[in-house]
């Protein structure tokens, strides 16, 4: 990842391309909806300690993705804002059928 990117806009695309394995994809959006269901369930439960798993959640699942199946190193690493920013941009545009 030698390029640097200066807006989200020309980043994304570049993210998308980090994530052609539908295997990856299906654990980001897993990661991702275990990430909100533990959140509403810890605010409703008052079980503030839980809110500490949502990164482990979140980048555990996406983690897999990349070294497991899509063999790539996660963009987050290089760009954390862009990368959280992009990962819930891809799992709403699968949830309302965009690409």
């Known amino acids: 990842m030698n390029k640097r990117y200066s807006s989200f806009t020309e980043f994304y695309p570049f993210y998308l391309s ?11 959006y897993i990661g991702s909806s275990l990430v909100i269901l533990t959140f509403i369930y810890s605010v409703v439960s008052a079980q503030w300690a839980m809110l500490l798993l949502l990164p482990v959640i979140g980048y555990g699942f996406a983690w897999v993705g990349h070294f497991v199946f899509e063999k790539n ?3 987050t690493f290089e760009y954390p804002l862009y990368s959280f920013m992009a990962d819930w941009l891809m799992l709403y ?4 059928h965009r690409k």
Request: hydrophobic residues 30%; glycine residues 0%.
């Open 73 to 75: 190193r996660p963009a």
């Open 18 to 28: 980090q994530h052609q394995d539908k295997t990856c994809r299906a654990l980001h």
């Open 93 to 96: 545009r699968a949830l309302s």
